[in-house]
């Protein structure tokens, strides 16, 4: 395989063909911290603070819990007191 590079030959070598002559690769290692979502829940991408973001993985190691459980009962119980607020400046209005 002259001229070709040793990734390349490495890649065109018989020991990357199957049996029945088609190319196989190494599986790849699943990645890091990707997990099936649970239940209706979709991803959403925030930017916080290194230390407040710190300080969720330390509580949810305390509590044997997720982060992302972490941060949803936290978002969850903002939600609730800003509505609580609104309603009662409403009444008051």
Do not use: C
């Not at 190494?26 to 916080?48: C, E, S, W, Y």
């Not at 936290?74 to 400046?89: I, Y």
């Amino acid at each position: 395989m002259a001229g070709v590079g040793r990734a390349a030959a490495l890649w065109l070598s018989e020991s990357y063909r199957a049996a029945n002559g088609q190319m196989v690769g190494k599986k790849k290692a699943a990645k890091k911290g990707k997990r099936t979502p649970i239940g209706d829940r979709v991803q959403f991408l925030t930017m916080m603070h290194p230390d407040v973001i710190a300080d969720i993985k330390q509580v949810a190691i305390d509590e044997h819990r997720a982060a992302w459980d972490v941060m949803e009962q936290a978002a969850r119980e903002f939600l609730k007191r800003r509505r609580s607020k609104r309603a009662s400046r409403a009444a008051t209005d």
